[in-house]
């Protein structure tokens, strides 16, 4: 049963987990991407354009792009105080505190900025999956992947569907908006989409409710959370 009586207080394992997107989801805007366009050496755009192009994978084109940041530490963390997140995501959080779900945060992206972002938020408590940016030198960098798996269709860092495989007795939950999002929303119980991701539902048929920002999340997915996943149809909405 997926119903969550969210009056019990009783302590006890609840059968769902969010696993929620961070960059273009979470935050207002690519972190990677602001990064490169601020920091990085020549070249990083034509790998981009590789990785576009199907000829790369994510994991190796940020690995060559990460290599091309030119940036101190301070310059870094300065850079991300300009980097805003949806304020509706602070609303989430309080209605997984309250219905006792966990949510964590997946992303093929930069763990070190998602924390910092994060802590100005006051939700650097949340759990984090997500490639390790690790420092050389003054202004030199590397991308380290601790989430990897090397049959992810992906070609991720970060290979979404061997974290959900983490949780097999849980329902999860995918809140998300890009490629990185596309593999996993064909195994979630159920997907939160927006962006690139409402289409890779709607091509491969998976139920799904799309989104703008995360005040509409809410209510959704207070709906979600009280009903029977799977059998309250009314809670598959697709629009």
Request: hydrophobic share 40%; aromatic share 8%; proline share 3%.
């Amino acid at each position: 049963m997926f119903m969550v009586n969210q009056h019990d207080d009783t302590d006890h394992t609840v059968p769902c987990h969010i696993l929620c997107d961070f960059d273009g989801t979470i935050s207002l805007k690519d972190t990677t991407d602001h990064l490169l366009e601020t920091f990085a050496r020549l070249g990083w755009q034509d790998i981009e354009d590789e990785w576009v192009a199907g000829k790369i994978g994510s994991k190796v084109c940020m690995q060559k792009q990460i290599a091309l940041l030119d940036v101190s530490i301070d310059e870094l963390y300065e850079c991300l105080d300009h980097i805003e997140i949806d304020l509706g995501f602070l609303e989430l959080v309080k209605i997984t505190a309250q219905y006792k779900i966990p949510l964590t945060i997946v992303s093929d992206g930069l763990d070190l900025v998602i924390r910092y972002i994060l802590k100005r938020y006051q939700l650097d408590h949340l759990p984090i999956i997500a490639n390790h940016l690790a420092q050389l030198d003054e202004r030199s960098w590397q991308l380290e992947f601790p989430n990897e798996k090397l049959s992810c269709i992906s070609q991720s860092g970060t290979c979404k569907c061997n974290v959900a495989q983490q949780y097999p007795k849980q329902h999860i939950i995918l809140i998300g908006d890009g490629r990185s999002d596309f593999c996993l929303a064909t195994q979630a119980d159920y997907v939160f989409a927006k962006k690139s991701l409402i289409q890779h539902c709607k091509d491969h048929h998976i139920s799904h409710t799309t989104f703008e920002n995360f005040k509409e999340i809410c209510h959704p997915l207070a709906k979600l959370l009280n009903s029977d996943l799977g059998q309250d149809n009314s809670v598959m909405v697709i629009t």
